[in-house]
């Protein structure tokens, strides 16, 4: 697990995570358009957002930003886009952590975004059979079922060894920012 904050700004978040958390009955197609939908949305406001699979059934969209804001309002921040998508499509999305509010739905996990909360990191083996691998990917992977165990330990160093182009190769040196403009275009005050 990691924080999403390094040195030397631990008090400001250098990226913000949206974990969708599927519902067992949603389908591959939908996790995928789910996680496409939030892409557009973000592509919108001017944020590139990069994706990742967790080592179970759900996938992580993963922004990295300057570290500008605080906690408070990076949790702001990713509960309003969760909030404008469950809005828009309720019956796709929920933002609430309540298991009874998940049926045939996918969670849009914030929370990730709070101080001292965690997300899996990249590369992380997952305790759970096959040893699954949570795993960057280029957007155009949702093609193909790649969540629980498609990415394992013996899987990844073979991905690797194959892979053309590292799908996260602009994450570390890319430079955006929430703004007050994008809050003020998805509707909410600053």
Sequence with gaps: MSRVSCAPKLERPDRLVFDFDPDDAISWKEL?????????LLGELGLTGFLK??????LHVVLPIRPTLS???????????????????PERFVASAAKT???????????????????????SPRARADAPVATPIAWDELDRDVRFDYFNLRSVPKRLAHLKADP??????????????????LGVAG
């Design 101 to 123: 509010k998940r049926k045939g739905r996918i969670f849009i996990d914030y929370l990730r975004n709070a101080e001292g909360a965690t997300a899996v990191s990249a590369f």
């Design 168 to 185: 996260w190769a602009q994450f570390f040196t890319m430079k955006q920012s929430v703004t007050a403009a994008m809050l003020k275009r």
């Design 32 to 40: 995928a358009e789910a996680v496409g939908l939030v892409r557009s």
């Design 53 to 58: 699979t967790t080592g179970g059934k759900g």
């Design 71 to 89: 906690w408070d309002q990076a949790k702001w921040f990713t509960r309003e886009v969760a909030q404008l998508l469950v809005n828009t499509f």
